[in-house]
């Protein structure tokens, strides 16, 4: 324990010297085009430190660790309640028309999390990339969130209120003490995030969830205390992708000398989750057998953790910027200075297959061929241990082929819809 606080703290100390760059070429781009593929999608983003100038309301600084959000296409939140509940929304020949931003704050007493609806206000407050932040567009995006009702229904800590400067109005201290960390992320920070198509039924599974991490908040039978090491924003984004089948979930409440040495953190779980959901070794028969989320999700979803369209993308502040600074930090929590989790870093940032949708689909076409061509007979498999031992092994080889070639087949569909790439 005692070597593992020491890495810690050196984590810390070397980690946070540098500026993060969030000008490395990522998937963003035409966002109708990857929606209009891939309809059901989360998407998990770590977040910078914020850093407000003085004489704009509430003093916002955060620390070098960070923040995270969670964005779900084709959810919603149901309308006409005062507090947010979530359902899964179609829209006309089914696609879901948007979605909603999900941010986990420890302002809040009566919920764990809150609701923003529609991708780019949630993101970007609705400014386009280039667009300054002023101190006009500063309150314009403020009057649009409160428009939106984001806290509806939210009651937030007494020590929220008190520390603004004087003369302000509860509701309005709601959206300035909240703002670039619930809503409008761009405006005071970067971000990196990974982006996970889902199906339907998983988006289903992950709203269920989600609502019911809420439920004991709303009825009042519990107060909300937001914990970094029990019970953090990435625990709820990690626990619903869990839901969802790509992972184990990781555990929240454990005791204190527990959850210090192995609690999630934001920039640490984007490098977790992309290389997760690209793990094209699951797409070996023997590799998934071994794997008890890969097994679950098939049995449960019938798709492996892994697929096409999961991709990266970085993106910074908005700049010019008048309210926050804009040279932000984002800390991995490793083992400096021989630690893992740089390397993976830039390694997901040089590999173009998770950056180009097209490059995307090219690669796992092309491990989808070769996990269908090096398919062997059932009865190979069973006369080898442990398959033989293993009742449910049938049915589990069964669902993995029909998964890769259901997989396979909808990407060749997605080319004849919108060529991106020459798949064959």
Not at 58 to 84: E, K, M, T
Not at 196 to 221: D, H
Not at 279 to 300: C, F, K, T, V
Not at 320 to 348: C, H, S
Request: hydrophobic share 40%; net charge neutral; charged share 20%.
């Amino acid at each position: 324990m005692a070597r593992r606080l020491a890495f810690l703290l050196a984590a810390f100390c070397l980690a946070g010297c540098s500026v993060a760059r969030f000008d490395i070429p990522g998937a963003g781009g035409d966002e109708a085009a990857y929606a209009d593929l891939h309809p059901y999608y989360a998407e998990y983003c770590a977040l910078s430190q914020i850093e407000k100038k003085p004489g704009f309301g509430a003093d916002i600084r955060g620390g070098i660790g960070g923040h995270s959000v969670f964005y779900l296409n084709g959810a919603c939140r149901v309308a006409g309640l005062a507090y947010p509940v979530l359902e899964v929304c179609d829209g006309a020949g089914g696609q879901p028309p948007d979605g909603v931003g999900l941010s986990m704050n420890a302002h809040f007493v009566n919920a764990k999390w809150v609701a923003t609806p529609g991708r780019e206000f949630f993101f970007h407050g609705g400014l386009m990339p280039d667009a300054p932040v002023t101190r006009d567009t500063y309150a314009r995006v403020q009057r649009e969130a409160k428009r939106l009702r984001i806290y509806e229904g939210i009651v937030f800590h007494p020590w929220v209120f008190a520390a603004m400067p004087p003369g302000w109005a509860p509701e309005d201290t709601k959206y300035e003490a909240s703002v670039a960390t619930d809503y409008a992320i761009s405006l005071g920070r970067g971000r990196y995030c990974a982006r996970v198509p889902v199906s339907r039924t998983q988006m289903a599974a992950m709203v269920k969830f989600l609502n019911e991490q809420n439920a004991p908040y709303r009825s009042g039978a519990q107060v909300f205390e937001w914990s970094v090491f029990s019970d953090n924003c990435i625990h709820l984004a990690h626990n619903a992708l869990a839901v969802a089948g790509l992972w184990a979930p990781w555990r929240i409440h454990r005791p204190f000398l527990v959850s210090v040495f192995d609690f999630p953190t934001p920039k640490n779980e984007f490098v977790n989750l992309m290389r997760r959901a690209n793990d094209r070794r699951l797409l070996d028969l023997a590799q998934a057998y071994r794997d008890p989320a890969a097994r679950r999700s098939l049995a449960e979803y019938g798709r492996l953790p892994v697929g096409p369209g999961v991709l990266a993308e970085s993106r910074g502040p908005q700049r010019p910027n008048e309210v926050y600074d804009t040279d932000l930090k984002l800390i991995f929590y490793d083992a400096p200075p021989f630690g893992p989790y740089q390397g993976w870093f830039a390694a997901i940032f040089s590999d173009p297959a998770v950056l180009d949708l097209g490059r995307n689909g090219k690669a796992f076409a092309a491990a989808y061929r070769d996990a269908e061509a090096d398919r062997r007979p059932l009865g190979w498999w069973q006369e080898r241990s442990p398959y033989a031992e293993d009742p449910a092994f049938p049915a589990f080889y069964d669902k993995f082929y029909q998964a890769v070639a259901q997989e396979h087949m909808r990407l060749r569909g997605m080319e004849q819809r919108r060529p991106l790439a020459t798949l064959d």
